[in-house]
């Protein structure tokens, strides 16, 4: 049996017990709410926008500050730590964003409104749909006699054609085109270069500008076409271009200028420098493997 003493001190020590959890419990619910507070319309935070070049997630590092010192140079995922064998759920979701990005930009047309904006007239190549484009890369080089009839009206001859595809990256062009386009352009009136009529091809391959080249009669053809996106970006752009561009002709005569966008080379720089590249294609009557640079 208890004496009263000892039964007045099992209760106070039950209550504290019982207070401290309390604390502990409206603690865990108040750090819950902070870290799962969403907006108004029910969204939480997007995922992508966290710079992982500045984030990391290894617990405990020995050199903190080396690790982001190597991080501020590569968009690679390194430093995501682990939970035992298993990647965390921060990393897991994030790769995972960034892979839906990856294909939303495949499989999505490019917003009509910036082509209208640019004044781009759309043609489109013999494939029907994305699907098609995908699966039939043959097809997203050939453009028909029809489509090609949109040309007519356009200047016949002109020093340099340029025109813009989607490719497989919708949101390069997006992303890029507003700034690359009017750059390049400038660059190349500033060197009295005469520049077509520029457009837009939809569910475009790289081999459509042969077709195009042929039709326009330009020296140079140069096309501004999505790249195939991947988990860092899905937002780059490349610039093919060849002197004196033919059906057929081999893959080397092509000159490439790749990773055109926020986290490379900015569109604006691309575009000067696209154009001081055209300029000595023009002077050496060369491209690709032909053009010394």
Not at 16 to 21: A, H, L, R
Not at 186 to 211: C, H, N, S
């Amino acid at each position: 049996m208890f004496s009263e003493n000892e039964l007045k001190r099992l209760v106070e020590q039950v209550l504290v017990e019982m207070t401290t959890k309390q604390g502990a419990s409206a603690t865990d619910m108040s750090t819950t709410k902070e870290t799962c507070e969403v907006d108004l319309n029910g969204m939480i935070p997007d995922i992508t926008e966290v710079d992982i070049k500045t984030t990391l997630l290894v617990e405990d590092p020995t050199d903190r500050e080396g690790y982001l010192k190597m991080k501020k140079h590569t968009p690679a995922r390194i430093g995501i730590g682990r939970t035992g064998a298993r990647y965390k759920t921060e990393t897991m979701l994030r790769f995972r964003a960034d892979h839906a990005s990856a294909q939303d930009s495949v499989f999505t047309d490019v917003n009509e409104d910036i082509l209208k904006e640019m004044n781009l007239i759309t043609l489109q190549t013999n494939c029907s749909s994305k699907d098609e484009f995908i699966t039939r890369p043959d097809l997203g080089r050939q453009l028909s006699k029809e489509e090609l009839a949109k040309l007519s009206s356009f200047k016949k001859k002109p020093q340099v054609q340029i025109y813009v595809s989607d490719g497989l990256s919708s949101k390069a062009i997006e992303a890029n085109v507003k700034d690359i386009l009017p750059a390049l352009i400038q660059g190349l009136e500033g060197y009295g270069i005469t520049v077509g009529t520029p457009f837009f091809v939809k569910l475009g391959r790289v081999g459509a500008m042969d077709v195009i080249s042929e039709e326009i009669g330009a020296d140079v053809t140069c096309v501004l076409i999505g790249e195939r996106p991947g988990l860092v970006t899905a937002e780059s752009m490349s610039a093919y271009i060849a002197y004196k561009g033919t059906v057929g002709m081999p893959e080397s005569r092509r000159t490439v200028v790749s990773n055109i966008h926020k986290g490379g080379t900015p569109s604006v720089e691309a575009g000067a420098y696209i154009a001081d590249i055209i300029k000595l294609m023009l002077e050496k009557k060369a491209s690709g493997l032909d053009l010394k640079l």
